[in-house]
């Protein structure tokens, strides 16, 4: 599939986010239902500055990946942030001007789970910052861009506990779900709350929904639960 079927509208600003979703009540009881949810430890190693430095190296000295890069309109401690598409996937840099470094990096991964029509809709994001620059809401305000953007959300097979606690934060503005991708690669929404143990199964997953948009858009009713 060619990056024209998943046809990003980059937003003059992004400010203007959902109304809350989910009451606190509500919340409160994911957070119970999701305590089983896979969860992996955060693996970023001490060296991810040096990572993002040879990044940054690789960038400025590819004049065709550095001409790609599009600006974003977010504002966050003074930090700049670009945008990079490629084959239907995104990249997103938050750069430190008065440092001339990348200090964080999200990715918004395409879903090799899930059919054609459900691609069009749905990114898996994973985000990487550097040591020092950490609980400044970058990869919120990233998320949020994007949402706002209106697409949507997938987790991954698996999340780190800072990611599932991003996305519980983001659940207080976003519609969050639980979905199960099957066998033809369909993505069926859940009845909530999932039975205990659901979330062992790697083709369970949760979706953020974007403004603007919904889940009817790409899912289906699950028949069934859990057998």
Same mark, same amino acid.
């Given at each position: 599939?060619?990056?024209?079927?998943?046809?990003?509208?980059?937003?003059?600003?992004?400010?203007?986010?959902?109304?809350?979703?989910?009451?606190?009540?509500?919340?409160?009881?994911?957070?119970?239902?999701?305590?089983?949810?896979?969860?992996? $430890?955060?693996?970023?190693? !001490?060296?991810?500055? /040096?990572?993002?430095? &040879?990044? @940054?190296?690789?960038?400025?000295?590819?004049? =065709?990946?550095?001409?790609?890069?599009?600006?974003?309109?977010?504002?966050?401690?003074?930090?700049?942030?670009?945008?990079?598409?490629?084959?239907?996937?995104?990249?997103?840099?938050?750069?430190?001007?008065?440092?001339?470094?990348?200090?964080?990096?999200?990715?918004?991964?395409? $879903?090799?789970?899930?059919? !054609?029509?459900?691609? /069009?809709?749905?990114? &898996?994001? @994973?985000?990487?910052?550097?040591?020092?620059? =950490?609980?400044?809401?970058?990869?919120?305000?990233?998320?949020?861009?994007?949402?706002?953007?209106?697409?949507?959300?997938?987790?991954?097979?698996?999340?780190?506990?800072?990611?599932?606690?991003?996305?519980?934060?983001?659940?207080?503005?976003?519609?969050?779900?639980?979905?199960?991708?099957?066998?033809?690669? !369909?993505?069926?929404?859940?009845?909530?709350?999932?039975?205990?143990?659901?979330?062992?199964?790697?083709?369970?997953?949760?979706?953020?929904?974007?403004?603007?948009?919904?889940?009817?858009?790409?899912?289906?009713?699950?028949?069934?639960?859990?057998?």
């Amino acid at each position: 599939m060619t990056a024209s079927t998943f046809c990003l509208h980059l937003p003059g600003h992004a400010t203007a986010t959902t109304k809350a979703q989910a009451s606190p009540g509500l919340l409160g009881r994911w957070a119970q239902w999701l305590t089983e949810l896979r969860i992996d $430890l955060d693996l970023s190693g !001490r060296d991810i500055q /040096r990572e993002f430095d &040879a990044l @940054h190296d690789r960038i400025r000295t590819n004049h =065709r990946t550095r001409d790609a890069m599009q600006p974003l309109p977010l504002h966050l401690h003074g930090l700049v942030f670009r945008l990079r598409e490629a084959d239907g996937e995104y990249f997103v840099y938050a750069i430190d001007p008065q440092r001339n470094r990348i200090v964080a990096y999200t990715v918004f991964n395409r $879903l090799v789970e899930v059919d !054609r029509r459900t691609d /069009r809709h749905l990114r &898996a994001p @994973h985000t990487k910052v550097a040591h020092g620059y =950490r609980r400044m809401g970058i990869a919120s305000a990233i998320y949020r861009w994007w949402l706002d953007s209106g697409r949507c959300l997938m987790t991954g097979a698996r999340q780190s506990a800072g990611a599932h606690g991003l996305w519980m934060a983001l659940a207080r503005d976003y519609e969050l779900a639980a979905v199960r991708i099957d066998a033809n690669k !369909r993505v069926q929404q859940l009845q909530m709350p999932p039975p205990p143990g659901f979330f062992d199964a790697l083709d369970t997953r949760l979706v953020l929904v974007g403004r603007d948009c919904r889940l009817a858009d790409f899912t289906q009713p699950a028949a069934c639960n859990v057998r």
